[in-house]
């Protein structure tokens, strides 16, 4: 089981950003994918972003594009979700996550978490 752990949230003004960062370690992930997710207070948890671990691809939900961009560094085996414009509805908890990319980005149930990072976007 791959381990994840973000850091980077916090408070920030609407129309502000912030950067998130998901470190990986554990078994080799060389065919996966790793992203993010989001829960906000009394919603489900959704799906934000993704980027395959061996390649440029990247996913993005639809009220995210061109605000967030996914990127990563595999010498370093950390993912980033810089966000940007952020608006008060982006406030959630954000979960970085790892699987194949069918469990990551189609089917959206990954089985590798992290513990969440709060972000809260004040108008």
């Known amino acids: 089981q791959v381990q994840l752990v973000e850091s980077g949230g916090g408070l920030v003004q609407a129309g502000g950003s912030l950067r998130l960062s998901c470190a990986a370690s554990?078994?080799?992930?060389?065919?996966?994918?790793m992203g993010w997710f989001r829960q906000a207070p009394g919603k489900e948890r959704e799906f934000v972003a993704a980027?395959?671990?061996?390649?440029?691809?990247?996913y993005y939900e639809d009220s995210v594009k061109g605000r967030f961009t996914i990127a990563k560094d595999n010498a370093k085996n950390t993912v980033y979700l810089q966000m940007n414009s952020l608006k008060p509805e982006d406030t959630a908890v954000y979960y970085c996550?790892?699987?194949?990319?069918?469990?990551?980005?189609?089917?959206?149930?990954?089985?590798?978490w992290g513990q969440g990072t709060q972000v809260t976007v004040s108008p």
């Open positions: 996550a790892a699987d194949s990319v069918y469990n990551l980005v189609v089917v959206k149930r990954p089985n590798s």
């Open positions: 980027i395959i671990w061996s390649g440029p691809r990247t």
């Open positions: 554990g078994p080799t992930f060389i065919n996966h994918a």
